[in-house]
Each structure stands twice: as C-alpha cells, then as structure tokens.
T-cell receptor, first 111, second 116 residues
Framework: QKEVEQNSGPLSVPEGAIASLNCTYS??????FFWYRQYSGKSPELIMF????GDKEDGRFTAQLNKASQYVSLLIRDSQPSDSATYLCAVKATGRRALTFGSGTRLQVQP | DAGVIQSPRHEVTEMGQEVTLRCKPISGHDYLFWYRQTMMRGLELLIYFNNNVPIDDSGMPEDRFSAKMPNASFSTLKIQPSEPRDSAVYFC??????????????FGPGTRLTVT
C-alpha cells in the first residue's frame, strides 16, 4: 500500500461545477497536509495546507481533513478551465521535515 | 527573489555518462530537497539537507546517486554512471526553518533528464 494514495483520474468536470479531489494516507502520525497544483511541464506550487480536522477555505478552494478516517480532500468551486492541472496531495509526518507525495489526480475542466 | 534555480533545464546523455544537476536554493532557506518525478512513481524524495548537512538520504536509489551541499547557496546531484531508467524530471526545493506546521516548500523549475 502506498503511503499517500490518490485516484489518477482524469477527473472531468464542466466549467462552473465543483471539483472534488480525494487523498488517503496510511501514517497515523501524519501532522500536516498539503495540496499542490502542477501544470503540465511545470513545477508543483502550493495552493493549500491543513493540519486541523474540519474544513479550511481559501477563495474557491476548500480543504477538508478527517484524521480518524485518514483522508484529506480538496474542493474547487466554480471550476475554471485554468484549474486544469494535476493536483498533488502531500503529507508531513510528525518530526519529519520532508513531504510524501501522492501520485496526483489530473483534473480537466471542460469549457 | 529569483526563486529556486536549477541547471541545466534539459539534459540528454548517453548511458554510462556522468550527469551533474545543480541547484541554488532561495537565499535564507535552511532546508534543501531533491525530488525525482516519473509517470510511474510520481514525485519521490531522494535526499534532503538542513544547514548543508544531509539529514535523510533513504530515497537515494543506489550508489550511483550522490548529492552534496558544499555551502548554503549550492547543491549538486550526481549520477554516475547514468542509466536509461534514471530518465525523469529532477526537482530541487527549499524551505525556511520554521516551527509552524504550514511551512511551504518552494520548487525549482526542474531538470528534465533523458538517458539514451
């Protein structure tokens, strides 16, 4: 079992819809959770982080964390074609500096 | 701020040759990370440094790979000899020292390595 699992997609949604991206992790000692966006041929860029159970909202993005169930999700409201990218979930374990990344979910927003 | 700088951006080499990838972290960042990204394995941590000292190299695939950080502004990742399976995009990232849980790793543009 991979430490961080994501559905590879592609996840296709129409413009204006809500895109829901999910991630599960195996290490119960995980402390912080990050969502990175990666456009094709580019480097990953951080869009959200969360470390407390519940929801965290930032503009059109909402991160949700459930430590008991070991999953973290990202909701993108009012999806735009410019949101089309691969979304990487990353997890940081307590006491460890490095991140463990999932393989990413490719999102396609259809105009 | 120029961000994390990597060179070269593209490297094509023949199997058996030595390859050296270079990284300049963001000034003032105490952590430097080397990652490798492939379609099959995703983004994998190879090694990371804190204050120029290697902290975790458990991700380095084998002895053909070595990394150094001689000073706070420069790091190298060397592959000798290179093999076709080393073909990937290699990212360098840096982050500042912080006790906060929400620290960010800033990624460089990557080096696309092709070994023929």
């Amino acid at each position: 079992q991979k430490e961080v699992e994501q559905n590879s997609g592609p996840l296709s949604v129409p413009e204006g819809a809500i895109a829901s991206l999910n991630c599960t992790y195996s290490d119960r000692g995980s402390q912080s959770f990050f969502w990175y966006r990666q456009y094709s041929g580019k480097s990953p860029e951080l869009i959200m982080f969360i470390y407390s159970n519940g929801d965290k909202e930032d503009g059109r993005f909402t991160a949700q964390l459930n430590k008991a169930s070991q999953y973290v999700s990202l909701l993108i409201r009012d999806s735009q074609p410019s949101d089309s990218a691969t979304y990487l979930c990353a997890v940081k374990a307590t006491g460890r500096r490095a991140l463990t990344f999932g393989s990413g979910t490719r999102l396609q927003v259809q105009p | 701020d120029a961000g994390v700088i990597q060179s070269p951006r593209h490297e094509v080499t023949e199997m058996g040759q030595e390859v050296t990838l270079r990284c300049k972290p963001i000034s003032g960042h105490d952590y430097l990370f080397w990652y490798r990204q492939t379609m099959m394995r995703g983004l994998e941590l190879l090694i990371y440094f804190n204050n120029n000292v290697p902290i975790d190299d458990s991700g380095m695939p084998e002895d053909r790979f070595s990394a150094k950080m001689p000073n706070a502004s420069f790091s190298t990742l060397k592959i000798q000899p290179s093999e076709p399976r080393d073909s990937a995009v290699y990212f360098c990232a840096s982050s500042p020292t912080t006790r906060r849980a929400d620290y960010e790793q800033y990624f460089g543009p990557g080096t696309r390595l092709t070994v023929t």
